[in-house]
């Protein structure tokens, strides 16, 4: 069956970096595009970056803009959040999510998710 599971969250103080890793499993990762959300604590889950099957569009939320690059390795079948200046705001536990063909923002849209990684950033 299909698996996501990702990697790499923790405790962190303002301003610092982290990267978050997701091994995929049980798909054909190519055809996949691939997308990060969050949700914090009290909020609904939000977008945060995609991008696209073989990784030439990519696509953020205008809160990481800037700060947090996704990439991914589709012969590793990986997918990354690069998360730089880290902001207390940015807490919350992150989420990698597949979507069959297309790179999309709304979570509706995704197939499959990973079962979360949390990010804590201290001030």
């Known amino acids: 069956q299909v698996q996501l599971v990702e990697s790499g969250g923790e405790l962190v103080q303002a301003g610092n970096s982290l990267r978050l890793a997701c091994a995929a499993s049980g798909l054909t990762f190519s055809s996949y595009a691939m997308g990060w959300f969050r949700r914090a604590p009290g909020k609904e889950r939000e977008f945060v970056a995609a991008i696209s099957r073989g990784g030439v569009s990519t696509n953020y939320a205008d809160s990481v803009k800037g700060r947090f690059t996704i990439s991914r390795a589709n012969a590793e079948n990986m997918v990354y959040l690069q998360m730089n200046s880290l902001k207390p705001e940015d807490t919350a536990v992150y989420y990698c999510?597949?979507?069959?063909?297309?790179?999309?923002?709304?979570?509706?849209?995704?197939?499959?998710w990973g079962q979360g990684t949390q990010v804590t950033v201290s001030s």
């Open positions: 999510a597949a979507n069959y063909l297309a790179l999309k923002r709304e979570s509706r849209e995704y197939d499959y």
